[in-house]
């Protein structure tokens, strides 16, 4: 099914960056391919996290099933929810920030392969990165942490996101660390408001 939209997806990933350009006889052919798994991946991904969920269910306490029952749900939604984020937001602006390194005597010649690996290697760490408030959420839940424990590891979760930027990031740029850090800092800040205010923990 994504394969037969493969033109349309790329259309809408290749955006922000313009006109590209295949370089090698099968590079069209095989990316048309890695947007075909890609998309198929994420459109799979509820199917795929509830299978994981059924598997589990069975060895879980009545108490934790009633916990599970909204996990799937919200975390397909936080997942999607970060991929679209990354997309109108983010994708752009680190888009725009690398062509203009571009003059008049350096121009920006992109190649349709290396430009989508980018684009899916930008865009999937923040699916990841946005079930950060489930997470803590569900260990508030069973009493592993608490808003205050929260409060004072903060500054040494800011250190730790600008490292887990740096490491999941495409280039090794700072925008880019930065662009994947920030995100996941105010999701921290999410997570605390949370646990102190709506659960009381």
Same mark, same amino acid.
């Given at each position: 099914?994504?394969?037969?939209?493969?033109?349309?997806?790329?259309?809408?990933?290749?955006?922000?960056?313009?006109?590209?350009?295949?370089?090698?006889?099968?590079?069209?052919?095989?990316?048309?391919?890695?947007?075909?798994?890609?998309?198929?991946?994420?459109?799979?991904?509820?199917?795929?996290?509830?299978?994981?969920?059924?598997?589990?269910?069975?060895?879980?306490?009545?108490?934790?099933?009633?916990?599970?029952?909204?996990?799937?749900?919200?975390?397909?939604?936080?997942?999607?929810?970060?991929?679209?984020?990354?997309?109108?937001?983010?994708?752009?602006?680190?888009?725009? =920030?690398?062509?203009? *390194? @571009?003059?008049?005597?350096?121009? +920006? /010649?992109?190649? #349709?392969?290396?430009?989508?690996?980018?684009? &899916?290697? =930008?865009?999937?760490? *923040? @699916?990841?990165?946005?079930?950060? +408030? /489930?997470?803590? #959420?569900?260990?508030?839940?069973?009493?592993? &942490?608490?808003?205050?424990?929260?409060?004072?590891?903060?500054?040494?979760?800011?250190?730790?996101?600008?490292?887990?930027?740096?490491?999941?990031?495409?280039?090794?740029?700072?925008?880019?660390?930065?662009?994947?850090?920030?995100?996941?800092?105010?999701?921290?800040?999410?997570?605390?408001?949370?646990?102190?205010?709506?659960?009381?923990?």
């Amino acid at each position: 099914l994504s394969y037969y939209f493969a033109e349309e997806i790329i259309g809408l990933l290749t955006a922000p960056a313009g006109k590209l350009y295949y370089m090698r006889p099968t590079e069209a052919f095989f990316t048309y391919m890695k947007v075909a798994l890609f998309s198929g991946f994420v459109i799979a991904s509820p199917i795929v996290l509830y299978q994981i969920w059924a598997f589990v269910m069975p060895a879980l306490t009545k108490g934790e099933r009633k916990i599970s029952n909204w996990l799937v749900p919200v975390a397909v939604l936080l997942f999607l929810s970060g991929i679209l984020f990354s997309y109108i937001a983010v994708l752009p602006a680190a888009t725009k =920030f690398f062509i203009g *390194f @571009g003059t008049e005597d350096l121009q +920006p /010649l992109f190649s #349709v392969s290396q430009y989508i690996e980018f684009v &899916i290697s =930008f865009i999937l760490p *923040f @699916g990841v990165v946005f079930e950060l +408030p /489930l997470v803590v #959420v569900v260990l508030a839940k069973i009493n592993l &942490i608490t808003s205050d424990m929260l409060k004072k590891y903060r500054k040494y979760f800011i250190f730790l996101s600008f490292v887990i930027g740096g490491v999941i990031s495409p280039t090794p740029d700072m925008f880019s660390q930065t662009m994947i850090a920030l995100p996941m800092i105010l999701l921290y800040e999410c997570s605390l408001f949370i646990t102190k205010y709506m659960m009381k923990k």
